[in-house]
């Protein structure tokens, strides 16, 4: 019964990405809903001026890319971003004006338009948003056949998106960080007691059945993915706050020991004579977390010999306490991006051609279904296996789209109301997985088509089937050309990423080791924990299409490498949440310890990088049995500054596993 629960959690996840709090699912209903006014706002206009279908279409579209591609930090910002938005829109729409009457330039220029659009994506995130805008503006008039004569109407339409789509995300339905961030705590709050339910059944029973230390690790995963956001908006509650810096530590803190928990289950359910202590706790404490509440924590439940009570007793604690105070509240760390986004510009752009002249041949009028099926493979990757991947997604999600969008249109033919719901329907759906599955976007985009020509009056199945093979032309072409023209093998990019993470490590542990062993918290530190987490993240999405499917099948070592690098960052985000905590200096027996090993995974860190590459293809030494055979026995593990040494140890022992002896230069 529980494996059938967690398959059906599982499905309705994949169409239904998770989105803590609603975020995502908030800002598809001002997009859609901006959209929809503007669309509005064009038909009443249309009893004055010279307004079209197809300007409904466009205020419609671009008042939907301005909102949903507008990823701007501040309040400031974003309204900059929509102010511009009607430039790209404009000049767009004046040159496929221009170009209306010779077709083959109109395409011609596509390639040109796809071009500045990905390479505006390179320059960050208000550029991205303004390239996208003018593709989106480009392809609709010149599909629709825009004139020089209607263009004063169609600029009058574009600032007219860009005006909704401003009104609807700051007036009518703001943001607010604060009351996002309140539901962000509780959706945190729910994945921590959602982890402590996967945890139960192994604990009551004392053994862990088929895959569930795998959902476990899943939802651990959904936990961090909740802090990260929760950590974003406590930024745009205050810029530089204490009080907002001790909510961010909090947040660190709540998934550092969530992930303890986890970690130390998997492998130590505790003695069966506490089993039952353990139990009751972990209900106890999962209870709570669903209510909002905690429990009292008394000396009986702190008298736990095993791991996992200890943790257990620890999280009780913290949820208990009152917040930390902290001097800053640093800000959130980029991530790493390529150096130069002129290759994929010019991948894009030439396999948009390809596409284009691919597309002519099996529907002169669609051909822009295959050069945007291939634009997409090159907006936002970093290397050939991205790109190959969201090829896959892009196919697989119109094909689907393609099976129900038929059923629906057919199902629901005459029925202009409903058909006209499942349509804006579609559309938010779309929106709302645009940031976390590129597939099921696709899907519902699909759909949102088949809703729209029948509605329109001439959907027949052919229609969305052609989309499919205009779909694969631009899939196809998007492969060859990351195969072969400029290709960024997937191994470069990872390397890119171990080589911006390792001294992410470096600089952590130092940091935090100084502020141990002098015994003061040191601000920067918290700002370093964000960083090296944002660093990981950012080598995981980057090894993603090595170590999924068929291809993870050759890449055993880097797998155990990717898990060796996330260890140390665990370890290493421990000891920084220590050392925010630090109230005295360590004892003199161990600070000799601390000082030592912290240099030497400063070292280790900065060695490892130079050598990366010359060592990245042989996994670590040694068993995976054998990472804490070189700990001292005689550490305290209840002093703060023995876990320090500890954790420090840990750290050292790994990273030196990572290189084979002689790869690396010795420390002296």
């Known amino acids: 019964m529980r494996n059938r629960r967690a398959a059906a959690r599982a499905a309705l996840e994949a169409i239904f990405p998770p989105d803590p709090a609603w975020l995502r699912l908030l800002a598809a209903i001002r997009a859609t809903f901006g959209g929809l006014l503007t669309f509005g706002l064009v038909v009443l206009l249309g009893s004055w001026l010279p307004l079209t279908v197809s300007d409904r279409v466009l205020g419609f579209a671009l008042s939907l890319?301005?909102?949903?591609?507008?990823?701007?930090?501040?309040?400031?910002?974003?309204?900059?971003?929509?102010?511009?938005?009607?430039?790209?829109?404009?000049?767009?729409?004046?040159?496929?004006?221009?170009?209306?009457?010779?077709?083959?330039?109109?395409?011609?220029?596509?390639?040109l338009v796809v071009f500045v659009a990905i390479y505006a994506g390179s320059l960050g995130t208000r550029w991205g948003s303004l390239g996208m805008v003018g593709l989106i503006a480009y392809v609709i008039n010149l599909v629709t056949h825009g004139t020089l004569p209607h263009l004063p109407a169609a600029?009058?339409?574009?600032?007219?998106?860009?005006?909704?789509?401003?009104?609807?995300?700051?007036?009518?339905?703001?943001?607010?960080?604060?009351?996002?961030?309140?539901?962000?705590?509780?959706?945190?709050?729910?994945?921590?007691?959602?982890?402590?339910?996967?945890?139960?059944?192994?604990l009551r029973s004392g053994t862990w059945a088929g895959n569930a230390r795998e959902r476990l690790m899943h939802d651990v995963q959904r936990v961090s993915e909740a802090a990260m956001m929760a950590q974003m908006r406590v930024g745009a509650t205050a810029a530089t706050d204490g009080a907002a810096a001790a909510l961010s530590l909090r947040l660190v803190e709540l998934e550092l020991a969530t992930e303890r928990i986890a970690r130390i289950a998997v492998v130590?359910?505790?003695?069966?004579?506490?089993?039952?202590?353990?139990?009751?706790?972990?209900?106890?404490?999962?209870?709570?977390?669903?209510?909002?509440?905690?429990?009292?924590?008394?000396?009986?439940?702190?008298?736990?010999?095993?791991?996992?009570?200890?943790?257990?007793?620890?999280?009780?604690?913290?949820?208990?306490?009152?917040?930390?105070p902290v001097a800053v509240l640093p800000s959130a760390p980029a991530a790493v991006t390529a150096s130069s986004g002129l290759r994929p510009a010019l991948q894009g752009s030439l396999a948009a051609g390809l596409a284009i002249l691919g597309g002519e041949l099996i529907s002169p009028n669609r051909w822009y279904w295959a050069a945007f099926a291939a634009f997409a493979l090159f907006q936002g990757t970093r290397?050939?296996?991205?790109?190959?991947?969201?090829?896959?997604?892009?196919?697989?999600?119109?094909?689907?789209?393609?099976?129900?969008?038929?059923?629906?249109?057919?199902?629901?033919?005459?029925?202009?109301?409903?058909?006209?719901?499942v349509l804006i329907a579609a559309v938010l759906l779309a929106?709302?997985?645009?940031?976390?599955?590129?597939?099921?976007?696709?899907?519902?985009?699909?759909?949102?088509?088949?809703?729209?020509?029948?509605?329109?009056?001439?959907?027949?199945?052919?229609?969305?089937?052609?989309?499919?093979?205009?779909?694969?032309?631009?899939?196809?072409?998007?492969?060859?050309?990351?195969?072969?023209?400029?290709?960024r093998p997937t191994r470069d990019v990872t390397f890119a990423a171990v080589e911006a993470l390792l001294p992410a490590i470096g600089s952590l542990v130092s940091r935090a080791a100084a502020a141990v062993l002098v015994g003061t918290p040191d601000p920067a530190v918290l700002g370093l924990v964000l960083t090296a987490e944002q660093r990981l993240q950012d080598l995981r999405a980057a090894s993603q299409p090595a170590l999924h499917g068929l291809a993870a099948l050759g890449h055993e070592a880097q797998r155990r490498r990717l898990l060796f690098?996330?260890?140390?960052?665990?370890?290493?985000?421990?000891?920084?949440?220590?050392?925010?905590?630090?109230?005295?200096?360590?004892?003199?027996?161990?600070?000799?310890?601390?000082?030592?090993?912290?240099?030497?995974?400063?070292?280790?860190?900065?060695?490892?990088?130079?050598?990366?590459?010359?060592?990245?293809?042989r996994p670590p030494e040694g068993s995976d049995d054998l990472l804490l055979a070189s700990l001292p026995t005689e550490l305290d593990r209840s002093d703060p500054g023995h876990i320090a040494g500890r954790l420090l140890l840990r750290i050292d022992a790994a990273l030196s596993r990572l290189a084979p002896p002689g790869a690396i230069a010795t420390a002296i």
């Open 383 to 421: 290397s050939r296996g991205e790109s190959i991947a969201k090829a896959v997604q892009f196919m697989s999600g119109t094909l689907a789209g393609v099976v129900a969008g038929v059923l629906l249109a057919t199902l629901l033919a005459g029925q202009m109301l409903v058909s006209l719901l």
């Open 155 to 202: 600029c009058a339409v574009a600032v007219l998106a860009a005006g909704s789509a401003a009104l609807m995300r700051f007036v009518l339905l703001p943001e607010r960080p604060a009351t996002e961030f309140v539901r962000l705590r509780s959706a945190l709050r729910r994945g921590v007691a959602r982890t402590l339910d996967g945890i139960e059944p192994a």
């Open 565 to 617: 690098l996330s260890v140390c960052v665990f370890w290493a985000r421990e000891l920084g949440d220590l050392s925010l905590a630090a109230a005295r200096s360590p004892e003199p027996a161990v600070a000799p310890t601390i000082r030592e090993a912290a240099a030497r995974i400063a070292f280790t860190t900065e060695q490892l990088r130079e050598a990366w590459r010359s060592v990245a293809a």
């Open 65 to 111: 890319f301005i909102a949903a591609t507008n990823r701007d930090t501040g309040r400031k910002q974003q309204a900059t971003t929509m102010a511009l938005a009607p430039i790209p829109a404009i000049v767009a729409s004046a040159l496929a004006a221009m170009l209306a009457d010779y077709s083959w330039l109109g395409a011609g220029a596509m390639v």
């Open 431 to 487: 929106f709302d997985a645009f940031a976390a599955a590129y597939g099921m976007m696709i899907f519902w985009i699909t759909i949102a088509l088949g809703m729209l020509f029948g509605m329109l009056g001439y959907f027949a199945p052919e229609v969305l089937l052609l989309r499919l093979q205009e779909t694969a032309v631009g899939a196809v072409c998007g492969i060859g050309v990351a195969c072969v023209v400029l290709a």
């Open 268 to 324: 130590d359910l505790g003695q069966p004579a506490e089993r039952p202590r353990l139990h009751a706790l972990l209900i106890a404490l999962r209870d709570a977390l669903r209510a909002d509440q905690m429990p009292s924590v008394g000396p009986v439940v702190e008298r736990f010999q095993s791991r996992l009570g200890r943790v257990l007793v620890a999280l009780a604690h913290l949820l208990d306490t009152p917040l930390r």
